[in-house]
């Protein structure tokens, strides 16, 4: 049997999911699947459909699938049409070979030739038909596995590729001490468990404004005063919430995105600022993403003292903690610039305030293996050997991975910086550290 191509896969695949969300019937009762209904699945768009909510995660899934096998332009109702009929048989595309496992499946509505509808011949089971269209497509995970550690005591080769495209070769020697005699394994490694999928995260207003005072507790004594509590009401305010909703623009939906738009200076970050301190509180791991670096670098700032006030207050079993994602090829320009800005009191010397520990602190980080390392050159920050170290024909990972800066332990609170992303945003994700 010749393989079926991904263009037939997904007209047949469309068909059956028609038939089960959009069912119809003709004259004499038997099921239709409307090629005007499968081509909606082309377009991509499922928050448009109005049973999307309705789904469970499992035919989500199935329909995203189904989805990615699509070509736009079969959106189309006449361009779906044609593709159906031909990959239908009406134009005795199919070969005879095919012709009792294809054919067969589905039946043209009258005319082969004009058809707008097919009687779908699956004994009503229309999501296992496309589930066993798909199986093909799925493959085991190709995600590598983590990097042996390089072993003590012995030396390896680095290289890195200059910006003039000239190659810097130089030998590592990994140090030994009587304590550290062994390669590291991977259990020195963070480990991720997946958790239960969540459809909805509910969060109710009160819940976010009692939250909001506790924190207030840390401007009591400047000048502008609590101020937290104030800004989120107004905001509350402006979407008539009372304390015992729980709203739309609050629900937290997984695979989803919520654009909450209100003018600047609205409290639309101060009521990010406040969903990360409900997620930690609720044990939720969570990612804001916000414009740039210098905003990643606030917010961290910010949720951190928030997040110490909650585990002072007992809210917390532990002190969550708030870690920055930042590209680490540039971190070490940007740990100098804003070293340059830091201001130092004449009086105490070395207390560099808040901006040293706000951004210099997650900025910069040393390479041990600069100590170690015999090099015709330099190698720049950022292009370090943390994955490259050769020995022999494998490629091992510096053993100093799970104590360097750079590849700070990720918290359950990140905030990451994109090159994109015009405001802040809060999703729920599915993992958590074991």
């Known amino acids: 049997m010749s393989q079926m191509t991904s263009r037939d896969t997904?007209?047949?695949?469309?068909?059956?999911?028609?038939?089960?969300?959009?069912?119809?019937?003709?004259?004499?009762?038997?099921?239709?699947?409307?090629?005007?209904?499968?081509?909606?699945?082309?377009?991509c768009k499922p928050q448009a459909w109005d049973r999307w909510n309705e789904l469970s995660r499992e035919e989500r899934l199935l329909v995203a699938e189904v989805m990615k096998l699509s070509n736009p332009t079969?959106?189309?109702?006449?361009?779906?049409?044609?593709a159906a009929r031909i990959a239908l048989g009406a134009m005795g595309s199919i070969d005879e070979e095919d012709d009792e496992s294809t054919l067969q499946l589905f039946k043209l509505v009258g005319d082969p030739l004009t058809a707008t509808a097919a009687h779908p011949l699956l004994?009503?089971?229309?999501?296992?038909?496309?589930?066993?269209?798909?199986?093909?497509y799925r493959r085991p995970s190709n995600r590598r596995k983590p990097?042996?550690?390089?072993?003590?005591?012995?030396?390896?080769?680095?290289?890195?590729?200059?910006?003039?495209?000239?190659?810097?070769?130089?030998?590592?020697?990994?140090?030994?001490?009587?304590?550290?005699?062994?390669?590291?394994?991977?259990?020195?490694?963070?480990?991720?468990?997946?958790?239960?999928s969540l459809d909805t995260v509910r969060v109710t207003v009160q819940e976010l404004k009692d939250i909001a005072q506790l924190l207030d507790t840390q401007y009591?004594?400047?000048?502008?005063?609590?101020?937290?509590?104030?800004v989120l009401t107004g905001l509350l305010d402006r979407v008539k919430a009372r304390d015992t909703d729980t709203v739309d623009v609050l629900d937290l939906l997984a695979g989803r995105t919520h654009i909450f738009h209100a003018?600047?200076?609205?409290?639309?970050?101060?009521?990010?600022?406040?969903?990360?301190s409900w997620a930690a509180l609720n044990d939720y791991r969570v990612t804001l993403l916000v414009p740039d670096v210098k905003a990643t670098l606030a917010s961290v700032w910010d949720i951190s003292r928030d997040l110490e006030i909650l585990h002072r207050a007992d809210r917390?079993?532990?002190?969550?903690?708030?870690?920055?994602?930042?590209?680490?090829?540039?971190?070490?320009?940007?740990?100098?610039k804003h070293a340059s800005l830091v201001k130092e009191d004449p009086d105490a010397p070395g207390e560099w305030g808040k901006r040293g520990?706000?951004?210099?602190?997650?900025?910069?980080?040393?390479?041990?293996?600069?100590?170690?390392?015999?090099?015709?050159?330099?190698?720049?920050?950022?292009?370090?050997?943390?994955?490259?170290?050769?020995?022999?024909?494998?490629?091992?990972?510096?053993?100093?991975?799970?104590?360097?800066?750079?590849?700070?332990?990720?918290?359950?609170?990140?905030?990451w910086s994109p090159s994109y992303a015009a405001s802040p945003t809060v999703r729920p994700v599915q993992y958590s550290r074991s």
């Open 74 to 82: 079969l959106a189309d109702e006449k361009r779906f049409s044609s």
């Open 147 to 196: 990097h042996d550690f390089a072993a003590p005591g012995q030396t390896y080769e680095t290289s890195e590729r200059t910006d003039g495209n000239e190659i810097v070769h130089g030998r590592v020697t990994i140090p030994r001490f009587p304590a550290y005699t062994q390669p590291l394994g991977h259990d020195t490694l963070p480990a991720l468990t997946t958790r239960p």
């Open 263 to 276: 003018p600047t200076g609205t409290g639309k970050s101060v009521l990010v600022r406040i969903l990360g």
């Open 316 to 336: 917390t079993a532990y002190l969550a903690t708030c870690a920055p994602l930042m590209s680490p090829s540039s971190r070490h320009e940007r740990a100098l």
């Open 220 to 230: 009591e004594d400047t000048e502008a005063g609590p101020w937290l509590y104030k």
């Open 10 to 43: 997904f007209v047949r695949a469309a068909l059956a999911l028609a038939a089960h969300y959009f069912p119809q019937q003709d004259d004499q009762g038997k099921p239709l699947a409307s090629f005007r209904n499968a081509a909606f699945f082309a377009s």
């Open 123 to 136: 004994g009503g089971d229309y999501l296992g038909y496309a589930k066993s269209l798909l199986a093909p």
């Open 357 to 415: 520990r706000r951004d210099v602190d997650h900025l910069a980080y040393g390479c041990a293996q600069q100590h170690w390392l015999d090099s015709a050159g330099t190698y720049r920050p950022g292009k370090e050997n943390c994955l490259s170290l050769r020995g022999g024909r494998e490629m091992l990972a510096c053993p100093w991975i799970p104590t360097c800066g750079k590849f700070a332990p990720v918290n359950p609170l990140e905030v």
